[in-house]
């Protein structure tokens, strides 16, 4: 959604969607103006994700003050738990020539040590020459930067705002981050979560942990979400109320993807309960070795 001022435009926007369609539609915003980031958190809270037009914030904002203003946006995005996307002009030179900037490369690599969820390319895949390159250097300079950030343990030191008003809420938020510290003290190969809406997974997500994060969902819309949370790889499988027999089908399909393999051991979360209506109770939390 493009020249969002406050969160009124957004509520707006997901009112008129409600009254067209039963389907689960999600609203990203646009962060290129003054006026939305004098309301960034309002906007984010709002937003079921946000874009970082660093084109059209160019023309707003002092070019020196860019930089710092993605760093921001990144880290309200973290905080509040939506995902964020780094846009403009990351490879642009690659809209004619074969290769990159020493400099572009660079800002790539800053986006993806400020934990963005993703990345995205416009002119150079759009209309560029060369755009299935220009996407192979995002892939392998983005790696490089998520690797050194693991060899770093540089998610370890992230602060987590409290988001949860209610005391499930609160609980949900404490586990996942203690799971997430496990998981990395431990060396842990993968996170397999299973559930219906994905909230859980997005709270593993906003917590950049080392491991790959599997998350088993049965509904389709909450799959789509996913597949923009930083880490997560969502798959759809029909899930059972019955924890174990979700493990053994799940792990049996990821071992033919080559996803996991025999030793591998894996943290398995669920909040996959019959009949609760509630997202973030935990069904299940446990730790254990692929056979």
């Not at 009254?19 to 939305?36: G, Q, R």
């Not at 770093?152 to 981050?177: K, T, V, W």
């Not at 299973?194 to 950049?208: D, E, I, P, Q, V």
Request: glycine content about 4%; aromatic content about 4%; overall charge negative.
């Amino acid at each position: 959604m493009s020249f969002v001022n406050d969160a009124d435009a957004v509520n707006h926007l997901k009112n008129h969607l409600s009254t067209k369609t039963s389907a689960s539609i999600k609203v990203l915003a646009k962060i290129e103006s003054m006026e939305s980031l004098h309301k960034l958190e309002e906007i984010v809270e709002a937003s079921d994700g946000i874009m970082v037009a660093r084109g059209d914030l160019g023309v707003e904002i002092p070019l020196e003050q860019i930089p710092t203003v993605q760093e921001t946006i990144t880290h309200v995005c973290r905080q509040l738990n939506k995902p964020v996307i780094v846009a403009s002009q990351l490879l642009e030179s690659m809209i004619e020539y074969p290769t990159p900037t020493r400099a572009e490369v660079a800002d790539v690599s800053e986006a993806v040590r400020q934990f963005a969820d993703a990345l995205m390319l416009s002119g150079e895949s759009a209309i560029g020459s060369y755009g299935q390159k220009a996407l192979s250097v995002l892939r392998t300079t983005s790696s490089r930067m998520e690797l050194w950030s693991r060899e770093e343990n540089r998610q370890n030191g992230l602060y987590q705002r409290q988001l949860g008003q209610s005391l499930p809420d609160r609980i949900a938020e404490q586990i996942c981050n203690c799971a997430v510290e496990m998981a990395n003290n431990l060396g842990l190969d993968a996170i397999f979560v299973y559930t219906k809406r994905g909230h859980m997974a997005s709270l593993f997500s906003r917590n950049r942990p080392n491991p790959p994060i599997f998350a088993f969902t049965n509904n389709e819309s909450t799959r789509m979400a996913l597949t923009l949370q930083w880490g997560v790889m969502p798959v759809l499988v029909d899930l059972s109320d019955d924890i174990e027999v979700n493990i053994s089908k799940t792990v049996d399909l990821m071992k033919t993807k080559g996803m996991v393999e025999e030793g591998d051991a894996v943290l398995v979360v669920s909040d996959v309960i019959p009949s609760c209506e509630t997202p973030t109770v935990f069904q299940s939390i446990q730790v254990k070795t692929i056979v």
